[in-house]
């Protein structure tokens, strides 16, 4: 990939570039509608999981820790590989990376639904969480391909977020739902939405790639430093801090980041091209995308481990999630509109205050008010979900040059993902301290709203949107 930056001849495409004409609008229609499909099942497995980790767990054993990792194992790949991917994603052509990750997907699936023991489900996580990495970039640039203009990109984003919004909706609810019958439905639910996928993906128009080396180096050493640093936290939580294991892995988590970001100053094709945070929007992008998963992926593993801990049914725990969950998709059509009138900053911004509010108070009365009372403040949290995110990625997506946008799309993801890991690794650990469920509860979402207003500061000085 070239930037700015580097030297050498430039990358020789070698099928079709995208034309700058739209395409078809039944062609761009079903390349969105796969789209949305691959967003919708990645995102759901991120969050259908949650209330069926107690059934896990009598199944197949294991406390906090081995749950950490049924969440994280997932995460945590689909955090190592997202750069990569959205780099293969430009390399090979947006359409062939979704249709091999989401072809990964589905089989990962199902080696989920059939495992025999909670190390084999681990595993499988992971490479579900692998061929995530590869669908949620690759969804992203056939957007971006299927609609130049901006003002129909961006409403074309906003509807792609619906399946992650209609993923969010249902997953607690649906994870209930199955968990009644087997926790192992929750993962096979995904085989029949991945093959409709690729069927609409044959629709999609050819996408460019670029001939370019592979930044083998950079992979290896930002999978390890993510790897190392969420397998510190959760470890830590086990162990304790002071543990050998734990100041080895948080160690190598050190070392392996500063030889990432040498490796990407110096290499002639880096993963993640330096020129490109020089872009202050991308860089608050990825502050903001980290600060919005601690929250609203970490306040899911801990609210679903609470309330089922003080006496509510999986099926029970879904429905506490449903108005939190119902009212991100309700809005999340509503948003691009108000965007266009008013710029993405005092959207953003003011969706990660409400998540700020909701965080705080859920923290301090999560543990003696009546469930309702919590359904109802969760609701604040679930107003971000619409508000920050999919204007965050229009304004990246038009901040950066069309043929690094599976890039940009994989270092946002990952920071996002990154986010989430760390939110399961650390909230965990505190569930688990002697203090107890409860305090652990109220310290882990504290720490969560605190972060969520340290991104609405950042939108608000770093964001930059045109009106």
């Known amino acids: 990939m070239t930037t700015s930056n580097t030297t050498g001849p430039a990358p020789q495409a070698i099928s079709q570039p995208v034309n700058d004409a739209a395409p078809g609008a039944g062609r761009a229609a079903a390349t969105l509608l796969a789209a949305l499909l691959g967003f919708f099942v990645v995102t759901l497995d991120a969050v259908i999981v949650n209330v069926a980790l107690p059934a896990m767990r ?15 194992g997932y995460t945590l790949t689909f955090a190592a590989f997202l750069l990569s991917a959205g780099s293969l994603t430009d390399r090979i052509g947006a359409k062939r990376a979704f249709g091999w990750g989401v072809g990964l997907f589905v089989a990962a699936s199902v080696a989920c639904g059939l495992a025999p023991s909670l190390g084999l489900l681990v595993v499988f996580r992971l490479v579900q969480g692998a061929a995530a990495a590869v669908v949620m970039p690759s969804s992203m640039a056939l957007i ?6 901006p003002v129909k990109r961006a409403r074309a984003v906003a509807v792609w977020a619906m399946g992650g919004a209609i993923a969010s909706s ?27 996928a690729l069927v609409l993906l044959a629709r999609a128009e050819r996408s460019a790639r670029r001939r370019v080396p592979f930044d083998w180096a950079g992979q290896a050493t930002g999978a390890v ?55 202050r929007t991308v860089v608050a992008a990825m502050v903001i995308g980290f600060a919005f998963m601690v929250g609203y992926y970490g306040m899911p593993f801990v609210m679903s481990l609470l309330l089922q801990h003080q006496g509510l049914s999986a099926l029970g725990t879904g429905v506490v999630f449903l108005p939190m969950m119902l009212v991100g998709l309700v809005l999340t059509p509503l948003v691009p509109r108000v965007v266009e009138r008013t710029g993405a900053r005092p959207v953003v911004a003011t969706g990660l205050i409400l998540m ?31 508000t920050v995110i999919p204007p965050v990625i229009a304004v990246l997506l038009a901040a950066v ?7 940009a799309s994989g270092v946002l993801n990952t920071s996002r993902q990154l986010g989430g890991a760390l939110a399961v690794a650390v909230f965990g650990a505190l569930l688990a301290a002697p203090a107890g469920m409860a ?29």
Do not use: C
């Open 144 to 149: 971006g391909q299927a609609y130049p203009d």
């Open 225 to 279: 430093a993510m790897a190392a640093l969420v397998f510190g936290a959760i470890e830590a939580g086990r162990a304790g801090f002071t543990d050998p294991q734990v100041v080895v892995a948080f160690g190598l988590a050190v070392v392996a980041l500063v030889a990432f970001v040498v490796l990407q100053a110096r290499v002639t094709h880096p993963m993640v091209p330096p020129a490109l945070f020089r872009t």
């Open 439 to 467: 305090t652990g509860m109220k310290v882990s979402l504290l720490l969560a709203a605190a972060v969520a207003a340290a991104a609405a500061v950042t939108a608000v000085a770093g964001l930059r949107t045109r009106r």
């Open 58 to 72: 009598a199944e197949l054993g294991g406390g906090i820790t081995g749950l950490q990792w049924v969440v994280d």
């Open 401 to 407: 040059p069309s043929h690094q946008a599976g890039t």
């Open 356 to 386: 700020t509010l909701g965080l705080g108070a859920v923290a301090l009365t999560a543990a003696s008010a009546p469930v309702w009372v919590t359904a109802a403040l969760m609701v604040l949290v679930g107003l971000g979900g619409p």
């Open 170 to 196: 249902a997953g607690p609810l649906t994870g209930g739902l199955l968990t009644q019958v087997s926790w192992r439905w929750i993962f096979l639910v995904n085989v029949p939405v991945g093959v409709v």
